[in-house]
């Protein structure tokens, strides 16, 4: 299903830089004065994308194999041996890195490696780099195993301590917090045939170069090496912390020659979770809502910002905006009340934003959605990334470079459109008097809307409801008015369903004097 476009809905984005200009200043930085940078690995990239892919064979040694997950937990890095940390000055160096164990879930190793003016080390493995704690086991003999991943600590929320910053763990997965920020979503280094192939294939990032920083540096610097059966990559992530953290990716990409077409290629691709919200709500749940991210935003290259709220489908859910150039997309989590998720341990009002800026032109494209049915908030089920309409030549490399956001409501806050967005869509009837089979044919929503295009209107503005919907539905009743309790612009929607076993997709945005005063709400209403 893909989403149609109104030319007259136009708004103005924040521009998008030169193509690579803004990418060249920020390589340029560092490569002078590093033995590695992103030319050099993306030689290594090129060459093996020349090559078959050779899958990595790895056995743990016997008394890893046998923990489980809890065991592996137990197993956790010294603080006191972190990378960049030195006894005597502690505080010395902005940034620290540690390093997590391999184990259960986390079978295949990553070699991880320091650049300095010096040059390049491996840093190896070492047993006395970690505390086991209750496991009996003797790692001393495991040799060099290399490592599941690493993580950066910062001053993030206090000059005394260093807090967590950034993960890289698992394939080519990564996320990052902002300030007052708790791990929600994720990122990834790419997505291969997430839908539309014969089964995804995950990449992973099999080396890593950490940038020794500086004192009084801002910005954490990594390189890493992607490898897969049909791609290979050449990646530089600047991890830039605050209120809002960045991460600004520099990629390139090769297709593999002679391994299988790719079907969809997803670049700057997203993960979350949304089990239930206001739009669909659960009644055995004492939580209002439970979801790492309540809906996917786009700032089209057209200049049309859309919202489309997330859903946890019975069956899987794809669908998909074209665009050229497209200024920006995220899954984001807009509802940052405490009271919405009543949850004191997972704190969903903390889970970050995740908003992608490209800083070139990415051509012609797609922003596609993927939903999945989940059981429970243990699953992440959601995936968004930007779909290329064509594929380079192998050989040839597809570089994009992009501002990641994790946003959350302290600084500058989430990004939004300029106009108006959407602030809560519920669905559910209220009192009514027709009949239980009306109903039963029925959707009715509730939407509301705040922003700097609605605030100073008059009570008695003409603003109205464009609302429009695809063939399997009749729009039967829209109507606008201010709410008094809020100062907000709620919309009401009643539709009804023609064919319940097919989904329908509507389309609705506040109109004020012809003119267009918020974003594009665009739903699915799902199959009976």
């Keep these: 299903m893909q989403a149609a476009f109104y030319p007259s809905l136009r708004h103005s984005p924040r521009a998008a830089q030169p193509v690579l200009a803004l990418c060249a200043v920020l390589l340029a930085t560092a490569a002078s004065a590093q033995a590695i940078d992103l030319d050099a690995i993306t030689q290594l990239a090129k060459q093996r994308a020349t090559q078959p892919y050779s899958a990595m064979n790895v056995r743990l040694p016997p008394e890893l194999e046998a923990m489980d997950y809890d065991q592996v937990r137990d197993i956790r890095w010294r603080p006191e041996r972190a990378l960049w940390r030195t006894r005597t000055e502690p505080s010395q160096l902005p940034f620290e890195a540690m390093f997590f164990h391999l184990g259960l879930y ?19 493995y070492r047993a006395a780099d970690f505390d086991y704690g209750k496991n009996a086991v003797k790692p001393q003999t495991w040799g060099d195993l290399g490592f599941a991943g690493f993580r950066l600590h910062y001053h993030l929320n206090s000059p005394d301590y260093k807090d967590e910053l950034a993960v890289f763990q698992g394939a080519s997965y990564f996320r990052a917090l902002g300030a007052g920020q708790q791990y929600g979503l994720s990122a990834r280094g790419l997505a291969i ?5 014969q089964g995804e294939e995950f990449p992973r990032f099999t080396e890593f170069w950490l940038v020794r920083p500086q004192p009084g540096d801002t910005q954490a610097t990594v390189y890493a090496l992607l490898d897969s059966p049909r791609a290979t990559g050449a990646y530089r992530f600047d991890i830039r912390p605050g209120a809002q953290t960045t991460t600004t990716v520099t990629a390139r990409i090769f297709v593999r020659g002679g391994a299988g077409p790719i079907k969809t290629l997803g670049i700057a691709p997203l993960t979350s979770m949304f089990l239930f919200g206001e739009n669909q709500p659960r009644k055995d749940d004492f939580r209002p809502e439970v979801h790492d991210s309540d809906g996917l935003m786009v700032a089209t290259g057209e200049g049309e910002w859309l919202w489309r709220p997330l859903q946890n489908p019975q069956q899987p859910l794809v669908t998909s905006f074209a665009t050229t150039n497209p200024q920006g997309f995220g899954l984001m989590q807009r509802d940052r009340q405490w009271s919405s998720y009543e949850d004191v341990e997972a704190r969903y009002e903390r889970r970050p934003s995740a908003w992608v800026r490209p800083l070139h032109n990415w051509g012609p494209g797609r922003v596609e959605l993927v939903q999945l049915p989940t059981p429970d908030e243990t699953h992440d089920n959601v995936v968004a990334y930007w ?10 490399p597809l570089e994009v470079c992009y501002e990641l956001a994790w946003q959350g409501d302290q600084g500058a806050g989430q990004q939004r459109p300029p106009s108006a967005w959407a602030t809560q869509s519920r669905k559910g009837v209220g009192y009514t008097q027709q009949s239980p089979e009306a109903l039963r044919k ?8 705040a922003g700097p295009a609605l605030q100073d209107l008059a009570a008695d503005a003409p603003v109205k409801a464009v609302v429009t919907s695809d063939a399997n539905a009749r729009v039967l009743e829209s109507g606008v008015y201010r709410n008094p309790a809020t100062g907000q612009w709620r919309m009401t929607l009643r539709i009804e369903r023609l064919q319940g076993t097919q ?26």
Aim: hydrophobic share 35%.
């Design 106 to 124: 986390q079978r295949e190793p990553v070699l991880i490696n320091e650049v300095s003016p010096q040059g390049t080390r491996h840093i190896p």
């Design 193 to 197: 045939d997430t839908v539309g192939g």
């Design 387 to 396: 779909v290329p309409q064509q594929l380079p030549p192998p050989g040839t």
């Design 442 to 449: 029925q959707v009715q929503y509730v939407i509301d809307f």
């Design 503 to 528: 989904p329908i997709e509507l389309r609705a945005f506040l109109q004020h004097l012809q003119h267009a005063v918020s974003e594009t709400w665009t739903h699915i209403i799902l199959p009976e």
